[in-house]
């Protein structure tokens, strides 16, 4: 299963990596370039499709979050805010 984790900043870690917005961009200037390069947004507690609701399943062993269109179980969810 996972671990995940909401830091004190909001965004949504999962196993270690910071989750990214699959439907939300942003334009960002890069380093190499004059251009500027779109990238997704980190996934987090500002958004309208993060939901607020966590529940505990399974007499405490499973942790849901309720993000995007669907839901995400956890092993272990830490909530840093």
Same mark, same amino acid.
């Given at each position: 299963?996972?671990?995940?984790? +909401?830091?004190? *900043?909001?965004?949504?870690? +999962?196993?270690?990596?910071?989750?990214? %917005?699959?439907? @939300?961009?942003?334009?960002?200037?890069?380093?190499? @370039?004059?251009?500027?390069?779109?990238?997704?947004?980190? %996934?987090? *507690?500002? %958004?309208?499709?993060?939901?607020?609701?966590? @529940?505990?399943?399974? @007499?405490?062993?499973?942790?849901?979050?309720?993000? %995007?269109?669907?839901?995400?179980?956890? *092993?272990?969810?830490? *909530?840093?805010?």
């Amino acid at each position: 299963m996972q671990k995940g984790k +909401i830091n004190k *900043d909001g965004n949504l870690i +999962i196993n270690g990596k910071i989750k990214y %917005c699959p439907y @939300s961009t942003i334009m960002t200037a890069t380093a190499t @370039s004059a251009g500027k390069k779109q990238v997704n947004k980190r %996934c987090g *507690d500002w %958004c309208a499709l993060f939901g607020e609701n966590i @529940s505990v399943r399974g @007499s405490g062993k499973l942790t849901s979050i309720n993000i %995007c269109k669907g839901e995400i179980l956890f *092993d272990e969810l830490i *909530d840093e805010r």
